[in-house]
């Protein structure tokens, strides 16, 4: 596509902004900022118990272990359990965090500030082959709440295309006319697509930054299926006018748009327990929060000359940060600024893939990007938190080989471990000495079950919070309904958790061995797969159960690895049941319900009615064929 092929007012006026690539190996001068509370007690919370409790459980393990004396193998086992288990109780730590501040009326974030100075803000949207009129619908939905709200602030849009596809980039262009012939009075609309994508997304924004960035005080980065309120944009940006020192305030996204039985699963947990982990996170983190790449505002100047990424290079390689939005956030609060993390800001909302297949794909580009983090951690300057979120960012992808390896162990130990279990308590109970062997699968069972324990502890805190809550529960369609949707949310997260671990660690060996990774678009349409593709997407998952089940059924197999066994040999029939459509099947007793789905908020309503109008428009009025 060339300029003359644009309207003539698609995009305004250069206002160019140099934009700085950093030197990872060099600390720049940080600014001076004012005195800022330390979150030290807090942190202490979340990082204290954690330790202590994988260090408990470590020396628990041992005592078992070595009760017939130590083999190396047992040795590999308690370091993979002690390695893995911290980050669950990371977990659990940040939620007793949450819990701690809400006891203590501790708000994460502050209340809206009163009068503030008004800011020009641009809300930019990056895409790449995406649904015009899903971009365009989101689009018109956000701007006419923002000129109903008549705020303080001025804002304008920016569609950033870097869509390679002709017939997607034509609609996009009329679908841009439409917009700007309606948008409220007072809201600019604008349109610029790219001639090469270079960089992919941190080009895109750089190439606005470099062009028009210097006539905005303040940018908010959304993804192609972000969706926010007026009053939410307007916060973000009263926020960034009220705190000079901030680089970036993140929100915390609430999920929309679920129809199937797996994206169902993900909304309920992102919003019964999501916003547990998210509290906690906010009172340890404070300013030295993260940033997700999206529903965020962020300083333009602060961005532009802090957080310019380099090629990553080595061996003669020349890598593109992939995972930028992290590093990102570091090499603001490098420099001095304040990455915060307001949770309790209502009215921001993405999508979610809407089949397992899905969200694995998705999850591929995500782990190869992640685990580029382990590259960055020597960056000069960083702040200790900024390099703990870059190492937990890779370890997410990493835990999921090392469970595989802690699972590989323990099956080849198999009834070895329940023996030593039975030494154990034979030698260190006096009140017992003879405890039966036909015990010792009761007694390996016991790591089981803390781990799982500790796993669902945040998803039981935070259906606790909601069930001794008579207001909470009615917004979930009262006890039973939300109580079954519990019990659902649990039962398919056990169940879908060992598939996701063989497909991470295949993603972890594919991006550590191959240079790249397919990209498109995220499906979040939900739409089901024929059963030869769920074959041919899960056959390693299958064939590892079935060995597993041989193993169980030899003998040579513990009897916890039951429910593991269960889910990757019914890896095929639980992909096909995820992408199950609930919104069609209300009738038929199967639910899965939250608040977003029984109280639809009102802007989706309108983004969904304003998707359908522009689709019946592209579609049809203007001559474009159906795709």
């Known amino acids: 596509m060339t300029p003359e092929t644009l309207p003539p007012a698609a995009m305004p006026a250069r206002a160019p902004l140099s934009m700085q690539t950093q030197d990872l190996a060099s600390a720049p001068a940080r600014r001076t900022v004012a005195t800022q509370s330390h979150p030290f007690l807090w942190r202490l919370g979340v990082f204290g118990p954690a330790l202590i409790g994988t260090g408990l459980l470590v020396y628990l393990l041992y005592g078992w272990f070595a009760a017939a004396g130590m083999t190396w193998l047992e040795w590999a086992l308690l370091g993979m359990i002690g390695a893995t288990f911290v980050w669950v109780t990371l977990s659990v730590s940040t939620v007793g965090v949450a819990i701690a501040g809400l006891l203590a009326r501790q708000r994460a974030d502050e209340r809206a500030p009163g009068d503030v100075a ?4 641009a809300l930019l949207v990056p895409i790449y082959n995406e649904v015009p009129w899903d971009v365009f619908g989101n689009a018109t939905a956000m701007l006419a709440d923002l000129h109903r709200r008549k705020g303080a602030h001025r804002y304008s849009l920016f569609i950033l295309s870097d869509t390679r596809d002709e017939v ?8 841009f006319e439409r917009l700007r012939a309606e948008a409220p009075d007072g809201m600019a609309v604008h349109y610029r697509r790219r001639a090469a994508n270079t960089d992919k997304k941190v080009g895109n924004l750089m190439d606005w930054i470099t062009g028009w960035g210097a006539a905005y005080e303040g940018m908010i980065v959304l993804d192609a299926d972000s969706l926010m309120t007026g009053r939410a944009i307007d916060r973000l940006a009263s926020e960034l006018s009220a705190d000079p020192d901030a680089g970036l305030i993140q929100t915390f996204p609430m999920l929309i748009g679920a129809e199937t039985l797996f994206a169902r699963v993900q909304q309920f947990s992102n919003i019964a327990y999501g916003w547990l982990l998210a509290e906690g996170l906010a009172l340890w983190a404070r300013n030295e929060g ?5 529903n965020a505002i962020i300083r333009t100047r602060a961005f532009a000359e802090s957080a310019g990424l ?8 020349d890598d593109l940060i992939l995972s930028h939005d992290f590093v990102e956030a570091g090499l603001l609060r490098r420099a001095g600024w304040r990455v915060r993390f307001l949770p309790r800001v209502t009215g921001s909302f993405e999508e979610t893939p809407g089949t397992l297949i899905d969200y694995v794909v998705r999850d591929r580009r995500w782990c190869r990007g992640n685990l580029q983090h382990l590259r960055l951690l020597g960056t000069a300057g960083l702040h200790p938190v900024s390099r703990f979120h870059l190492f937990h960012g890779a370890v997410a992808y990493l835990l999921s080989p090392a469970w595989f390896v802690l699972l590989v162990f323990w099956s080849l130990l198999g009834k070895d471990a329940d023996t030593n279990v039975v030494r154990y308590f034979n030698q260190a109970n006096p009140y017992f000495p003879d405890w039966p062997p036909a015990m010792s699968h009761i ?11 500790m796993l669902l502890t945040p998803k039981l805190a935070g259906a606790g919070i909601i069930a001794f809550s008579p207001k909470a529960v009615t917004v979930y369609g009262g006890k039973r ?3 079954t949707s519990f019990l659902v949310e649990v039962a398919l997260s056990v169940a879908y958790a060992p598939i996701l671990m063989i497909q991470q660690t295949k993603a972890v060996l594919n991006a550590v061995l191959t240079r790249t990774e397919a990209w498109a678009p995220q499906a979040r349409g939900g739409t089901g797969y024929p059963l030869r593709m769920l074959i041919s997407f899960h056959w390693l998952e299958t064939l590892l159960g079935l060995l597993l089940l041989s193993g169980l059924a030899a003998g040579l197999v513990s009897l916890w690895l039951v429910p593991i066994v269960f889910s990757l040999v019914m890896a095929v029939p639980l992909s096909a049941l995820s992408s199950v459509n609930l919104a069609n099947r209300a ?3 199967l639910r899965m319900e939250s608040p977003n ?3 639809e908020p009102a802007i989706v309503g309108r983004a969904r009615q304003a998707r359908m109008r522009i689709r019946s428009q592209l579609l049809g009025s203007e001559g474009i064929a159906a795709e």
């Open 118 to 121: 008004p800011l020009d803000i």
């Open 168 to 175: 997607i980039a034509a609609k996009e262009r009329l679908a």
């Open 290 to 294: 993260n940033y997700w790449g999206h």
């Open 310 to 317: 380099p090629h990553l290079t080595s061996g003669g390689r």
């Open 443 to 453: 007694d390996s069972a016991v790591f089981l079950v803390i781990m799982y324990a």
């Open 481 to 483: 309904a939300f109580f």
């Open 587 to 589: 009738s038929h007793g």
């Open 597 to 599: 789905t029984l109280r």
